[in-house]
């Protein structure tokens, strides 16, 4: 009977230990790994967040059929505008589809065309699988080296950044 009793609580504990490590690889990227390049956009606009020395880039992603995550991105370059050290540069990338729904956008949310991308393909894109979207639009603080420091910061987290 103990030998029963502990084959089955080792296998529930493997079966536990397995299903965790799962929702862990499901989470993407996180703070200490390196954030994966980005060679070029749908809309062959190229972005190389590695090149900017002693600078963070904050890598945004949004689209317009999600509400928040525009509200957000909005927020996100004023608050990298405000910075007077230029030590964060900005990329926020819409995986919007249409480019006419994204110039338009651009243009009403008065955003700076030099700090935003578009990436055509949208969902179906590498880089939206290359960084895990599926569970909802992030960002990334990247140092220059390539690493992500923090995912997820609110604009408020920016503002303390100056």
Not at 42 to 60: A, I, P, Q, W
Request: net charge positive.
């Amino acid at each position: 009977m103990k030998v029963k009793t502990c084959v089955l609580v080792g296998t529930t504990v493997l079966l536990y230990m397995s299903a965790a490590s799962k929702d862990v690889n499901m989470e993407g990227l996180s703070p200490g790994d390196r954030a994966p390049r980005i060679k070029s956009l749908g809309n062959e606009r190229n972005f190389n967040f590695r090149n900017h020395s002693n600078r963070y880039t904050l890598l945004n992603f949004w689209a317009t059929y999600n509400a928040e995550s525009r509200v957000r991105n909005i927020k996100l370059s004023n608050e990298v505008g405000k910075i007077s050290s230029g030590k964060i540069a900005l990329c926020s990338i819409s995986l919007d589809e249409s480019e006419s729904v994204f110039s338009e956008t651009i243009r009403i949310d008065k955003l700076d065309e030099t700090t935003q991308f578009h990436e055509t393909e949208g969902k179906n894109s590498k880089l939206y699988r290359t960084y895990n979207l599926k569970k909802g639009f992030s960002n990334f603080l990247i140092d220059e080296k390539g690493v992500i420091v923090a995912k997820n910061i609110t604009p408020d987290e920016l503002a303390k950044m100056d």
